[in-house]
């Protein structure tokens, strides 16, 4: 439980699950004077979405122009290479291939890449089919755009060196800290001194919550809006066994369909030289649901009486069949795959690990796509900012996001 005490202080605390949140605590104490301590309260560490990420380094080409999720990652990409080549933590720059294998896709590869430009994307160049060949040999494609500068990073790693400097700088971490509750504390007292636990209290004199899976309940905890809400969508990887990972150099990408509210297979090389595939996105009976047979009877029941996600799945009945099939069966993967590398087959691949999507949704069941910042009224509402919504590419983005939140900060609580 946090407690906000009456009393003037400069503590920040924050509730979070994944790797932005503690880039933002690192920026605040890096770059504030009067923000002295800090907390990253998450009930699994480094251990949850930030360890289940696909390790992309992205550069921007897909978001709408203009948009926070465009400006966030073509700076985020710049900073997360500056971060690791200043703190030695490897990362290969192996590029990404966003592949036309129809010739109705072409139309819109072409509009991706217009939409690269506008974004200021670096070095984007649309390539044909011998092209494609001479960069990843056993991709079949029409027509590609070739996106050099997008790289892979072990985020797990990355989020590790956040906090080790958000420590060494004077903040605190408490994992396995569960926020149950948010209070006003009545009056000062020397058990009760500002930034310090007292039991399974901390008290502090404002908050920031990153909370990924858990946004909207810790916004509900406050007295603040559980809008958008959170539906959380479990995306399953094959991997392909290690003899045939020499099939992929670099990142391949599908052409986005726009009918349909998820990317689709693509094929990610990571940095363990393994090569995942997928995902797929089907709703996930718990929100930290990352196993086939996870269930929460709350979080089921908070997701299937939500209006918005009927209201999505409706419009988008035959694609959700269709992952939920894939799901199932591993050759319906293994087709999606082969629209690529036709090569890959069944015996190649194996089922892999699973991430979970906390995707925010409003009313009327549209995907909340970009940043949302909230905040409320009264004592409370008033001393907390929530980012409800840090959608991919939040990892690509986490310095520059950390920049605009500890911004808001400032902003909103006039420190």
């Not at 899976?213 to 290690?242: A, N, Q």
């Not at 591993?330 to 691949?349: G, R, W, Y």
């Not at 949302?372 to 001393?383: A, K, N, Q, T």
Request: proline share 6%.
């Amino acid at each position: 439980m946090a407690q906000l005490p009456a009393w003037p202080a400069y503590t920040a605390d924050l509730e979070a699950q994944s790797v932005s949140p503690i880039a933002s605590l690192k920026v605040f104490l890096a770059h504030s004077g009067t923000i002295t301590q800090g907390r990253w309260e998450q009930p699994r560490g480094i251990r949850s979405v930030s360890g289940h990420n696909s390790g992309v380094i992205h550069s921007g080409i897909y978001y709408k122009p203009g948009s926070l999720k465009a400006k966030l990652c073509v700076q985020g990409a710049a900073l997360c290479y500056e971060y690791c080549d200043q703190k030695g933590i490897p990362y290969k720059r192996c590029g990404k291939l966003i592949v036309a294998v129809e010739q109705d896709e072409i139309p819109r590869l072409k509009a991706l890449y217009e939409r690269g430009l506008q974004n200021n994307v670096r070095d984007l160049k649309l390539i044909g089919a011998k092209e494609i060949k001479a960069k990843e040999p056993f991709c079949r494609g029409l027509m590609a755009l070739d996106s050099p500068h997008t790289g892979i990073v072990n985020y797990k790693q990355v989020a590790q060196s956040y906090a080790e400097d958000f420590q060494e700088a004077g903040g605190t971490i408490f994992t396995d800290f569960e926020v149950t509750n948010m209070e006003m504390a009545k009056e000062s007292s020397s058990e009760s001194e500002d930034g310090k636990a007292v039991g399974e209290e901390i008290y502090c004199q404002h908050i920031v919550t990153c909370a990924g899976l858990y946004s909207d309940r810790l916004s509900e905890i406050s007295g603040c809006s559980p809008e958008p809400r959170i539906v959380p969508f479990r995306g399953d990887y094959l991997v392909l066994k290690p003899e045939k990972c020499y099939m992929v150099k670099g990142n391949i990408y599908p052409v986005p369909n726009p009918r349909f509210p998820f990317l689709g297979f693509h094929f990610t090389p990571r940095m363990d030289g393994s090569v995942w595939l997928g995902p797929n996105a089907v709703l996930a009976f718990k929100r930290e649901g990352y196993r086939l047979f996870d269930f929460s009877t709350g979080d089921f029941l908070d997701a299937v009486t939500y209006s918005g996600l009927w209201k999505l799945v409706l419009r988008n009945l035959s694609y959700g069949l269709g992952e939920m099939y894939r799901a199932c069966f591993l050759s319906a993967q293994v087709k999606q795959l082969q629209k690529f590398i036709p090569e890959v087959t069944i015996n190649d691949v194996l089922r892999g690990p699973s991430g979970v999507r906390a995707q925010a949704l409003d009313t009327d069941g549209n995907l909340v796509d970009d940043f949302v910042f909230d905040g409320g009224s009264g004592d409370i509402g008033s001393r907390v900012l929530h980012v409800r919504n840090a959608p991919s590419p939040a990892a690509t983005s986490s310095l520059a996001i950390a920049k605009m939140i500890a911004d808001e900060v400032k902003r909103r609580f006039e420190l």
